[in-house]
């Protein structure tokens, strides 16, 4: 019998996890699977990140790291938020932590208590809901509509705030829709937060790097909230690190130290190795960022040319990130005689059997008519990958 406790109990897999390793053991069978499942850049990390890592090697960077990161390290990090953000964070206020994924749930454990209410915005990042829940506090889901571009308005927002309500985790650009909101957008969730004290505001900027028009916008650059609001970001997708498990924080003083004492019991520093390659990433002057948002906007205006050639698709083209997030309502409560499609995951399902191509369900984003796509793949892959879809879509009738 097990004897699990009910904090895992109420934990959802991680459906994106879920469907890569599903996707994954399909491959190992020999079954040729296109994976459009897992939202990790197919570049591989640049030289010069690699060499810093063989050097702290060789220098002998192998003993316990300081548990917030290398002063070094943060310093760098420091000096990135004031250049390209504008934001002001002394090394002080950084935590680096063992990803994105890591730096959020810290946040969240060092300022939700049970019974507490945590915004998310709908589409949402499948993690959100359950640190949300592992931390006790209560997911009050805000839903984006397809036809506003999956942004929601200031008055949706505020409608959701209650008295319970203690923070808001917000992405642009969006994990899992692309989507980006601009500064006249976020001055205007700003302002609605800076109504109610006590309320506070995660903001997730881990695509900043991949943003095709316009400019991003921290949220901390409002200074009217800047002690409101905790920046995470990381290495991962800018810089094609997403093994290396780098992420880092900006926040007021009293959340940094918060979230030094729980890592101090939980982790302490991480990988030393790896926050050398993040120094030199942070500090690097390369052309590969620049190199990888051209792919990527080469790729997103040809599966979006591609995914609007498909009879009964939706699509809104995304203005970052590598997804695009198709509505695909109109084949709920189709069949092809075999599988009948009820959801977005007996969809995602029956697109991995009939077409062999791995997608993820709308329905772990709080997207329950869509589908997530990532077009982190080649060009060629792409084209054969839709090209498989229609096919498949045109059995269900």
């Known amino acids: 019998m097990e004897y699990l406790s009910d904090r895992i109990k109420s934990l959802s897999v991680s459906q994106t996890l879920a469907m890569a390793q599903k996707s994954g053991e399909l491959k190992a069978r020999g079954i ?26 060789d220098d002998n960077y192998s003993r316990y790291p300081p548990v917030p990161g290398y002063n070094d390290l943060r310093e760098a990090i420091s000096k990135k938020f004031k250049e390209e ?61 397809l036809e506003n571009d999956f942004k929601i308005r200031p008055d949706q927002l505020e409608a959701a705030i209650t008295g319970k309500t203690r923070l808001i985790i917000f992405n642009s650009p969006s994990n899992p829709t692309g989507m980006v909101y601009d500064r006249n957008e976020m001055e205007k969730i700003a302002r609605v937060v800076e109504k109610y004290e006590g309320l506070f505001i995660i903001s997730d900027e881990i695509y900043e790097h991949i943003i095709f028009s316009g400019e991003h916008v921290s949220m901390a650059s409002f200074d009217f909230i800047y002690d409101r609001v905790i920046t995470v970001n990381g290495v991962s997708k800018g810089y094609a690190m997403t093994g290396w498990r780098i992420g880092y924080i900006g926040a007021p003083l009293w959340i940094a130290k918060a979230c ?54 939706k699509v809104r083209v995304p203005q970052g990130a590598f997804y695009v997030m198709p509505d695909i309502s109109y084949y709920l409560g ?19 059997d009939k077409a062999q191509v791995a997608t993820v369900g709308g329905d772990a984003f709080g997207a329950p008519d869509c589908l997530r796509i990532s077009y982190a793949t080649s060009d060629d892959l792409l084209v054969e990958a839709v090209k498989r879809i229609k096919g498949a879509l045109e059995r269900l009738k």
């Open 260 to 313: 030094n004492k729980l890592q101090g019991q939980f982790t302490s520093g991480v990988c030393s190795i790896a926050q050398r390659a993040a120094l030199a990433a942070i500090q690097g002057t390369g052309d590969s960022q620049k190199m990888m948002k051209e792919a990527f906007l080469r790729r997103r205006d040809l599966i979006c040319g591609l995914l609007k050639d498909v009879k009964g698709l």
């Open 334 to 352: 189709k069949s092809d005689g075999e599988t009948k499609i009820g959801n977005s995951d007996d969809l995602a399902l029956y697109l991995l």
């Open 32 to 57: 040729d699977i296109i994976s459009l499942s897992l939202g990790e850049p197919d570049f591989n990390t640049p030289d010069y990140i690699k060499e810093a890592a063989k050097k702290a090697i």
């Open 85 to 145: 953000n504008g934001v002001n964070y002394s090394s002080d206020q950084v935590i680096v932590s063992a990803g994105g994924k890591h730096s959020l749930i810290n946040v969240i454990l060092s300022i939700i208590n049970p019974g507490d209410e945590v915004i998310i915005l709908a589409p949402y990042w499948v993690s959100y809901y359950d640190q949300i829940i592992l931390a006790g506090g209560t997911p009050v889901v805000v839903e984006a509509k």
